[in-house]
């Protein structure tokens, strides 16, 4: 993998803001945030890379990616972060999936894990 151009540091994503993503005061629903961000990052390891994950899969190798992410609010009136609710936070814990013994899995087992659950072929 060549980095493409090195003189930029901070990568660059325009984004059309779609009518569906948004809900009725026009906020982008935050599950669409995740897609921006992938959308982008495919686009960016093209772009400033030239790694194109497509093509990579097209022999025959796994890709594995992960992904981890944490939204916070930021205030509008005063640019920083404001803290979740204690009502809201239990209600997320309350409707948390939880699976239990996943911890320290490698890939490969979480993998076969979830084509099982879903009844879908091994990878």
């Known amino acids: 993998m060549k980095i493409v151009n090195e003189t930029e540091r901070e990568t660059e994503s325009i984004v059309t803001v779609r009518f569906q993503d948004c809900d009725p005061f026009g906020h982008l629903n935050n599950a669409r945030y995740i897609d921006y961000f992938t959308n982008a990052r495919e686009d960016q390891l093209i772009r400033y890379y030239d ?41 997320l814990g309350r409707i948390q999936l939880r699976e239990d013994g996943l911890e320290g899995r490698d890939y490969e087992a979480r993998a076969r894990s979830l084509a099982a659950r879903f009844n879908l072929p091994a990878a």
């Open 51 to 91: 790694f194109d994950i497509y093509k990579l899969g097209k022999d025959g190798r796994n890709l594995k990616s992960f992904l981890w992410t944490e939204f916070r609010y930021i205030s509008l009136a005063t640019g920083k972060s404001v803290p979740y609710s204690n009502e809201l936070m239990d209600f």
